[in-house]
C-alpha cells in the first residue's frame, strides 16, 4: 500500500489470483474513507452479474452523477472492453480518480485503447517472509534494502533473533505463507492453490490468449515438469519432447506461465532478451506454489524458488554467467546453498555472496538464506 502513488488518477494493480489485491483495495478505501464517507467512494467487481447487461462507461457516468469521486474496479480482465471504456472516463471525468485491479496477464501496452499513456501500472506480490511474520505473530520489521542485507547482516539478524527463532518460522513460511489466505486455515491452503492454478490455465490464459483445449491440457502437464523438475539449465528440445509439443510451441507456453505468475524465467543477460528466446533457467514462481504441486520438493530447488521469488519483487535477477547461480542488478553475484556450501562458485568473481540455508547469522560473506525474505 505504501508504494503506490495514491495521487495518481488512473492506477491499476496486477497479480496472481489470490495474492491480496481485492483487499489491498478494500483496506486503502476503510483507511482513505472510513466507514461513514459512502457518497465519493465505490468498490465494484467486473465479474459481477450486473455486468453481463449495462455497461461500465454508463456505470461510470452514473456513478459520477451521483458525486463519486473514487471508483475502485476489481477483476477488470473480466470485462472485454475495459480498458476502452475506462480510457474514455478518465478522459472525460477529470476530477475522477479509477484504481483497477486484474490478472497479472494483462498487458496495458497491447490495450486497444492506449491506457498505457495514462495508466500507471503496479505488479504485486504474494507475501513476503516479513510480511508473513507479521501477519501470523503481528510483529513488525522494517523493510530492508539489498545493500543492508549485504553490508550489515548481523545487525538486521540481531534484531530479527531478539524477537523470534527466524528458521523455524522461514520453514513454515515456504511450506504455507506466500498467500494470504492462510487466515482460513491450513487443512485448505494447498487445495487453494491448486484451484488458483486451474483457474488461471483453464479460465484467464484462454480468455487473454486465445487459447484452446488441447492447449490448456498440455500446459497443465508442462507446469506439472517443470515443478517436479531440478533447477538445471535448460534443455528446450528436451522438454518440448517430455510435454509432447513444438520447441516454438514450448518458448510460447513458457512465456504465458511465466507471465500468468506461475513460473520465473531467468535469462543470462535480461536487457538483450529476445521474443521466444530459450531462457537458461526456470523456476516455479514462490515456494508454497512448488509444495502444493510436487510430492518430493528437492531442497536445493526450494532454495532457489525463495531467492529468486523474494529478490525480484524489486530487482533484476538473471541467470549468471560465472559458476554462481544468480546475478542481480549486474552487479552483485549471489550463490544459493546449504550451510555448508563452499566458496567455489564464488572463485574469481567480485561483489560475491553465498545465501546459506540454516544460519541465523551471516559469517564473512555468508548471508542467511531468510534474511532476503525482508526486502519487501
Known sequence: MSTINWDDRLI???????????????????????????????????????????????????????????????????????SREVKNAYDEFRDLHIVLSGSSLIDINKGEADLSRRCISYNMQGLSLREYLEMSLHIHFDVVTLDDVLQRPNEICGEVNRELRPLALYNQYIRLGYY??????????????????????????????????????????????????????????????????????????????????????????????????????????????????????????????????????????????????????GTVTIEVGGASKTKRQLSGVSNGFIASDNIEYATGNRIPLWLFGFLY
Open 180 to 329: 494470504p489466505y492462510l487466515i482460513e486455515g491450513y487443512s485448505s491452503y494447498y487445495p487453494r492453490i491448486v484451484n488458483v492454478v486451474n483457474m488461471l490455465i483453464e479460465s484467464e490464459l484462454p480468455q487473454l490468449r486465445q487459447l484452446d483445449v488441447g492447449s490448456i491440457r498440455k500446459i497443465k502437464a508442462l507446469l506439472a515438469i517443470l515443478a517436479a523438475g531440478l533447477p538445471m539449465q535448460v534443455d528446450s528440445v528436451k522438454l518440448a519432447s517430455m510435454a509432447g509439443i513444438a520447441r516454438t510451441t514450448l518458448l510460447q507456453y513458457l512465456q504465458y506461465l511465466h507471465e500468468a505468475r506461475l513460473i520465473n524465467l531467468l535469462y543470462s543477460d535480461i536487457a538483450s532478451v529476445k521474443k521466444m528466446q530459450k531462457p537458461d533457467k526456470i523456476l516455479i514462481e514462490n515456494t508454497n506454489l512448488l509444495y502444493a504441486l510436487c510430492d518430493e520438493v528437492n531442497v536445493g530447488t526450494m532454495r532457489e524458488v525463495f531467492a529468486v521469488n523474494q529478490l525480484s519483487a524489486s530487482h533484476r535477477v538473471e541467470y549468471s554467467k560465472s559458476a554462481a547461480d544468480l546475478l542481480v542488478d
Open 12 to 82: 491499476l494493480i496486477k497479480g496472481q489470483r489470490g495474492v491480496g489485491k481485492t483487499t489491498l483495495m478494500l483496506q486503502r478505501i476503510k483507511r482513505q474513507f472510513g466507514d461513514t464517507d459512502t457518497t465519493n467512494v465505490l468498490y465494484v467487481s467486473l465479474d459481477d452479474i450486473y455486468f453481463a447487461t449495462h455497461g461500465l462507461l454508463d456505470f461510470i457516468e452514473q456513478f459520477h452523477a451521483m458525486g463519486g469521486s473514487w471508483l475502485f474496479i476489481d477483476e477488470v480482465h473480466k470485462y472485454p472492453t475495459w
